[in-house]
């Protein structure tokens, strides 16, 4: 079967409206859901994972940052979060795919992978992509959100509408 892919690129100009495009995804997801972060050492993975950890309803005790050594933490809260980075992941062994597996289909929480294109993205079904990079400004990201599977077409329109209700200035780069 092919996969449709839609993709939509937003600019942010400051971490706080990073923040605000994670709520809005956040609030657009449910438990099972997954998505799949991906861009370089400072892009903002972590900071749009603040976001979505806002719109999932994680507690405010619980500060997000990126999981180092431990690589996945988990979050309780309306819908508990599983934050995952791979980036100190320099091997992938049997062990480690069992594990991940059991998060990425578990129907418990959302996971919220950050540096996803190392080792596991052939054991993502459908999930919301989100490549960050940086923009002109030290400031600016340029940040994609690609909706792998039909039910994340759906989790697309409704993160957008939420976002353009307080960002109707926002730049909009691109949307196919
Ligand atoms: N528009 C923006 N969105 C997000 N972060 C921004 C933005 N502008 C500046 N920043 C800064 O960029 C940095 C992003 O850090 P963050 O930890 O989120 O990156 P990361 O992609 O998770 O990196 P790592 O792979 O090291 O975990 C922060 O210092 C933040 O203040
Ligand atoms: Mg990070």
Same mark, same amino acid.
């Given at each position: 079967?092919?996969?449709?892919?839609?993709?939509?690129?937003?600019?942010?100009?400051?971490?706080?409206?990073?923040?605000?495009?994670?709520?809005?995804?956040?609030?657009?997801?449910?438990?099972?859901?997954?998505?799949?972060?991906?861009?370089?050492?400072?892009?903002?993975?972590?900071?749009?994972?603040?976001?979505?950890?806002k719109g999932l309803g994680?507690s405010k005790n619980h500060?997000?940052?990126?999981?180092?050594?431990?690589?996945?933490?988990?979050?309780?809260?309306t819908i508990p979060m599983?934050?995952?980075?791979?980036?100190?992941?320099?091997?992938?062994?049997?062990?480690?795919?069992?594990?991940? %597996?059991? +998060?990425?289909?578990? *129907?418990?929480?959302?996971?919220?992978?950050?540096?996803?294109? &190392?080792? #596991?993205?052939? !054991?993502?079904?459908?999930?919301?992509?989100?490549?960050?990079?940086?923009?002109?400004?030290?400031?600016?990201?340029?940040?994609?959100?690609?909706?792998?599977?039909? %039910?994340? +077409?759906?989790?697309? *329109?409704?993160?957008?509408?939420?976002?353009?209700?307080?960002? &109707?200035? #926002?730049?909009? !780069?691109?949307?196919?």
């Amino acid at each position: 079967m092919i996969k449709k892919n839609f993709t939509t690129i937003i600019e942010t100009h400051s971490p706080e409206e990073t923040v605000h495009l994670g709520y809005c995804i956040g609030k657009s997801l449910y438990p099972g859901h997954v998505v799949a972060l991906i861009g370089h050492l400072g892009a903002g993975k972590t900071w749009l994972s603040r976001g979505i950890a806002k719109g999932l309803g994680i507690s405010k005790n619980h500060h997000v940052h990126s999981p180092a050594f431990d690589l996945v933490h988990e979050h309780p809260g309306t819908i508990p979060m599983y934050h995952m980075d791979f980036y100190r992941l320099d091997h992938f062994s049997r062990e480690d795919e069992l594990w991940i %597996e059991e +998060y990425i289909h578990s *129907d418990t929480g959302v996971c919220v992978i950050e540096w996803a294109d &190392k080792f #596991i993205k052939d !054991l993502l079904d459908d999930h919301l992509e989100i490549h960050l990079e940086m923009g002109g400004c030290d400031t600016d990201r340029k940040i994609s959100l690609i909706a792998v599977g039909d %039910e994340y +077409y759906t989790i697309m *329109d409704h993160l957008l509408q939420l976002f353009y209700i307080k960002n &109707k200035n #926002i730049n909009i !780069l691109d949307k196919e």
